[in-house]
């Protein structure tokens, strides 16, 4: 089942279609919270099978916004 809503359902757009998560496998959060190969937080990562479609697209459009997710960093 997808995560996505829809079309026309509550009023809301569809969201673009993703993978089913950014990982690219290449984690490591050894200088900050941020993942070197996906660009989430550890708590974004954490909490990714729990968030919502909407909130999975915030974090999305922030990610690709700064270039990620990167394969080689």
Same mark, same amino acid.
């Given at each position: *089942? =997808?995560?996505?809503?829809?079309?026309?359902?509550?009023?809301?757009?569809? &969201?673009?279609?993703r993978?089913?998560?950014? !990982?690219?496998?290449? !984690? =490591? /959060? /050894?200088?900050?919270?941020?993942c +070197?190969? !996906?660009? +989430? /937080? $550890?708590?974004?990562?954490?909490?990714?099978?729990? *968030?919502?479609?909407? @909130?999975?697209? #915030?974090?999305? @459009?922030? #990610? &690709?916004?700064?270039? $990620?997710? +990167?394969?080689? /960093?």
């Amino acid at each position: *089942m =997808s995560d996505q809503p829809a079309n026309g359902e509550g009023g809301t757009q569809p &969201l673009p279609p993703r993978p089913d998560t950014p !990982c690219v496998a290449v !984690c =490591s /959060t /050894t200088f900050d919270e941020v993942c +070197r190969g !996906c660009g +989430r /937080t $550890y708590v974004e990562v954490a909490q990714w099978v729990a *968030m919502t479609a909407e @909130q999975k697209e #915030i974090v999305w @459009q922030r #990610i &690709l916004a700064a270039g $990620y997710p +990167r394969r080689n /960093t």
